[in-house]
């Protein structure tokens, strides 16, 4: 072998080397090292106490629905246990929101194109509190640590971030607002399977025309309002149908106060941009 050569080959088996032990750290780093350093940066840019206080772990898993070359890539799947999130420091409640589990898949690809591409997130028992003391006091306004900083005239980020769906076998929230007199729990359960739109209205017209998006999780509401029960059942679509320009999200209820009954089943047109 010429000289040429032996140094092609020492460059290239060192680079292999190199890969190798590469993937050896990463499939063998001990994630929960990063928790502190996590749990003390997203406290200080949410401006309220954040903590993963289980194990946090990642797993390197190839995509079987991936074609060519890119089914050999790996995705990171990542899970996270015993999770809270604080309230501001004007709110007496302590956590805001629980979760056991969470699991969620990184699709690496996407950062290529300055993308944080989330195919599915997936929550174990997700449990919120929604407060409201007053008009301008309430737990679900965060006020970010660069929120005072920012350059009107600077141009937006360039990164965008995409969620397909959340999957999750029984949420509850809870709604304490002084303002409304609303002391309320909601709880949401996944229909098992999605329920077409005009299978639950009877309405095969131009909804349908307009690819509504069907029912993915049912509601059922029980509380005081205003000083007199509640009681509530509903339906509402997934992350596809929110997300999706052009695709109607869909909302049926049934909410009984006192005297008062609200019923409805309709659609709202692009929800992700309501309020601005």
Partial sequence: MSKAGKITAAISGAFLLLIVVAIILIATFDWNRLKPTINQKVSAELNRPF???????????????ETGW?????????????????????????????????????????????????PW?????????????????????????????????????????????????QGRIAIDDKVSKADLEIFVDPLGKPLPFSEVTGS????????VGDYVFGLKAQGRYNG?????????????????????????????????RVAFDGVVNDPMKMGG
């Fill in 204 to 211: 095969k017209g131009k909804a349908d025309k307009e690819k």
């Fill in 70 to 118: 890119r089914s050999w890539v790996p995705w990171p799947h990542v899970h996270a246990e015993d999770i809270i999130l604080g309230n501001p420091p004007d709110i007496p409640e302590v956590t805001m929101v629980h979760l056991p589990r969470v699991e969620a898949t990184l699709a690496p690809l996407a950062l290529l194109t300055k993308t944080v591409w989330l």
């Fill in 121 to 169: 997130i997936k929550l174990e028992k997700p449990d919120a509190r929604l407060i409201r003391l007053s008009e301008k006091n309430n737990n679900w306004t965060f006020n970010l640590a660069n929120d005072d900083n920012k350059d009107a005239n600077a141009k937006p980020s360039a990164w965008s971030f995409r969620l397909d769906n959340i999957l999750f076998d």
């Fill in 228 to 260: 007199e029960p509640l009681t509530g059942t509903g339906k509402i679509g997934g992350m596809l149908a929110l997300r999706g320009e052009g695709t109607p999200f869909p909302v049926q209820a049934d909410f009984r106060s006192g005297n008062t």
């Fill in 51 to 65: 903590a993963i206080r289980g194990d946090l772990g990642v797993v390197w898993e190839r995509q079987k629905q």
